[in-house]
C-alpha cells in the first residue's frame, strides 16, 4: 500500500560496505563510516558484530543515533542491522536526500530493522517516519509499527508492534502535504 510519495533511504549504510539503492544522497555511498559507541565486540564465528552505549553512526548525511547495533552477516554477505532505544527513549536515523538542495527523511523506533538482502526496513514501537524541506515536515507517518519495501517502493503501518492491526488498538497517522505542480 503506497501511503505517500515514496522515498527510499539507507537504513544502515555504515557497516561492512553495506550498499542499497535509494534516494538517499549518492555522495553518501563514497563516504567513510564512522562508528562511536562505549563498546564494541565481534564473534567472528557467528559473523556477529554489536555496539553498546551510545552508539553514535555517521556516514556522509546519514547521523544513526540508538543505545545499542547489532549487525549479523549471513554466509551470502547480506547484513541484517537491528537498533535499540534507550529505555524510555527511540533510536533515530536522519538523512538528505537526492531530489532537491535539502529534501531530508528522518525515521524513529524503539527498535530499528533493517534486511539488507530483501530492502527492508522496520520501526517498531512509536515509529514514525517524516520526509522534510529543510525543516518544513512534508509527510510524517505514525505508528506502532511502520515497514517500508525499497524493491517495491511501498510502506504499511499497523496499529500494533507486531506488524498487525487490531481493532481498539490505536490508530495509524499519516499527514501528507500537498504538492506545488511542476510547470514546464
Not at 534516494?23 to 555511498?29: F, G, P, S, V, Y
Not at 549487525?71 to 542491522?81: S, T
Not at 505514525?142 to 504499511?156: C, L, P, T, V
Request: proline letters at 4%.
Amino acid at each position: 500500500m503506497k501511503i505517500f510519495k515514496p522515498f527510499k533511504f539507507l537504513i544502515l549504510a555504515f557497516c561492512i560496505g553495506l550498499s542499497f539503492p535509494a534516494l538517499a544522497e549518492r555522495a553518501d555511498a563514497n563516504k567513510p563510516t564512522n562508528i562511536e559507541a562505549d563498546q564494541m565486540t565481534v564473534d567472528d564465528v557467528k559473523q556477529v558484530t554489536t555496539f553498546t552505549g551510545n552508539v553514535i553512526v555517521t556516514k556522509g548525511t546519514l547521523l544513526i543515533k540508538a543505545a545499542k547495533a547489532v549487525i549479523v552477516q549471513d554466509p551470502e554477505g547480506y547484513q541484517y542491522v537491528t537498533l535499540y532505544a534507550a529505555p524510555g527513549k527511540l533510536a533515530s536515523m536522519r538523512q538528505k536526500l537526492d531530489g532537491g538542495p535539502n529534501l531530508w527523511m528522518e525515521g524513529y523506533g524503539e527498535k530499528i530493522e533493517y534486511d539488507n538482502k530483501h530492502e527492508v526496513a522496520k520501526f517498531f514501537t512509536h515509529a514514525r517516519v517524516k520526509r522534510m524541506e529543510g525543516s518544513v515536515v512534508t509527510d510524517d507517518l505514525m505508528g506502532e509499527f511502520i515497514a517500508y519495501d525499497g524493491k517495491s517502493e511501498s510502506y504499511r503501518a499497523n496499529n500494533t508492534s507486531q506488524g498487525v492491526s487490531k481493532p481498539g488498538a490505536g490508530r495509524v497517522k499519516a499527514v501528507i502535504q500537498p504538492r506545488e505542480k511542476k510547470t514546464k
